[in-house]
């Protein structure tokens, strides 16, 4: 949650930046955010799979399912929201062979704005993406201390 939650909380700050500037503020997420952000959403993924699994209780069970399933929708915000928007704005920027790889894959490559809206429109997706993802991390959290809260009640 803290990566999507650090992304969201930005956002009031970043949308007063110009072109430039956001680009120059953008690039530095890109090695930090995509190795903690892909090892701790993948582990949260693991962690909440085995925990439905071991779950005790009917009630515990689909309170953890439900967290799951945020998790799992987030990836899916990231790939066809976030990702396509990644690889367009990466396609100058040298890259290290991992990150070229990572960047490689997802969503399809569109952009069918003109170059002066282009990067507004992409940066409000990128940025809307970011909040959305944020949100369904705080629901997924507010669902497993639910869940946790059951068990030890």
């Given at each position: 949650m803290a990566m999507a939650l650090a992304h969201?909380?930005?956002?009031?700050?970043?949308?007063?930046?110009?072109?430039?500037?956001?680009f120059v503020i953008q690039r530095i997420y890109y090695p930090?955010?995509?190795?903690?952000?892909?090892?701790?959403?993948?582990?949260?993924?693991?962690?909440?799979?085995?925990?439905?699994?071991?779950?005790?209780?009917?009630?515990?069970?689909w309170l953890i399912a439900g967290a799951l399933v945020a998790l799992l929708i987030m990836q899916l915000v990231f790939w066809f929201m976030t990702q396509?928007?990644?690889?367009?704005?990466?396609?100058?920027?040298?890259?290290t062979s991992p990150a070229k790889r990572f960047f490689a894959t997802g969503g399809k490559d569109e952009t069918p704005l003109s170059p002066t809206q282009e990067w507004t429109a992409l940066r409000n997706r990128w940025e809307l993406s970011h909040v959305v993802r944020a949100g369904l991390a705080m629901l997924s959290l507010i669902l497993l201390t639910t869940a946790i809260a059951i068990q030890s009640a």
């Open positions: 969201a909380l930005e956002l009031p700050g970043k949308l007063r930046l110009g072109r430039q500037e956001y930090g955010f995509t190795i903690g952000g892909g090892l701790a959403e993948v582990g949260g993924i693991v962690a909440a799979f085995a925990l439905m699994l071991t779950s005790s209780g009917i009630v515990r069970f396509p928007i990644n690889k367009h704005w990466l396609q100058e920027v040298e890259l």
